[in-house]
């Protein structure tokens, strides 16, 4: 995982450790970083702070005759970049759940996110892991447009153990999230999820339908999941539905596979959102809370 941003990583503390720090020397590695970290999927507008804030810091250092410049610069590009994640702060899902639950009333959270993204699984896994913490979960088959979707959906919640509120294809998706939070509220369930049709940036029938659920069941949250191998198109992704609904947070799918690592590093900076949990797997256990220290530290080695 992250692979090619470690290796730019590496290259960096070598460049910059067997450098004399004067602004001319010092600027012509930063722009040759600057460069590898958006060929990394890097947003632009994150390079450029990142290399901005690391000029600022770097160019007052002066390494001991015995020390170690390799791990001073390693830990001034560390805190750089754990800035740069952690920026957005925090959305502690399950506790706002476990909030929910003493007020006595469900949690309800809705998903967007286009076709592809992990969006359905990652209802599921979420679902899952709410299970094992001793939740109660009901799903809601709001993607009533594409083929296969509420089977799909049907599959993860026999897999899991959960109920899921249906109608047949076709059906008003806010119809179907209003009856599985009514649903919820009457059988004293914790946690309503609600799965979206893949909403496509160009098509307004669907984005007015995303809204008219937000509208009908005012989803406590609502997150958007985007998959961390489509690089700068989660970014746009996140604009597009953001200009629709308001993200509360953000679920980055197979992080697992991710070799470049940009996404990670950019997406909460952009949108101004936190990542609360990211894809590790294909198992229903495969999703864990987003650890800004835990990616920096593999990503610096």
Same mark, same amino acid.
Request: overall charge neutral.
């Given at each position: ?8 990583? =590496? ?31 890097? =947003?632009?507008?994150? +390079? !450029? ?21 390799? !791990?001073?610069?390693? #830990?001034?590009? +560390? ?8 920026? *957005? ?23 967007? $996110? ?19 913490? $001793? ?21 993860? =919640? ?12 076709? =059906?008003?998706?806010? #119809?179907? *999230? ?18 979206? +049709? $893949? ?28 998959? *961390? ?14 200009? *629709?609904?308001?993200? !509360? ?11 470049? $690592? ?40």
């Amino acid at each position: 995982m992250f692979d090619r941003l470690k290796n730019q990583f =590496a290259d960096f503390y070598d460049r910059v450790t067997k450098t004399e720090l004067k602004d001319k020397d010092l600027d012509r590695v930063l722009e040759e970083f600057q460069l590898e970290l958006i060929q990394s999927d890097v =947003a632009v507008t994150v +390079a !450029d702070h990142v290399c901005s804030v690391l000029k600022e810091k770097l160019s007052d250092v002066q390494f001991a005759r015995f020390s170690n410049p390799r !791990d001073r610069v390693r #830990a001034i590009l +560390a805190d750089v970049l754990f800035s740069v994640m952690d920026r *957005a702060g925090k959305l502690d899902l399950f506790g706002f759940v476990d909030k929910k639950r003493e007020e006595g009333v469900p949690a309800v959270i809705a998903f967007v $996110g286009i076709n592809g993204t992990g969006k359905t699984t990652s209802i599921a896994k979420l679902a899952h892991l709410l299970q094992e913490r $001793g939740r109660t979960v009901l799903l809601a088959a709001s993607d009533t447009y594409r083929s296969g979707s509420i089977e799909q959906l049907e599959e993860h =919640a026999r897999r899991i153990g959960v109920k899921v509120i249906k109608h047949q294809y076709g =059906a008003d998706p806010a #119809a179907v *999230a209003f009856d599985a939070v009514n649903y919820a509220r009457a059988h004293g369930v914790n946690v309503v999820l609600i799965d979206t +049709a $893949g909403r496509i940036g160009t098509n307004v029938n669907l984005l007015e339908e995303m809204r008219k659920i937000v509208r009908v069941t005012r989803p406590d949250l609502t997150i958007l999941v985007v998959d *961390a191998l489509t690089a700068n198109d989660a970014l746009e992704q996140g604009k597009t539905f953001s200009g *629709a609904v308001s993200i !509360d947070g953000i679920i980055l799918a197979k992080l697992d596979a991710d070799v470049k $690592g940009g996404s990670a590093v950019s997406l909460s900076y952009v949108m101004g959102k936190p990542v609360v949990m990211v894809g590790t797997g294909q198992g229903y256990n495969d999703l864990e809370l987003f650890n800004p220290e835990a990616i920096v530290k593999n990503l610096l080695g």
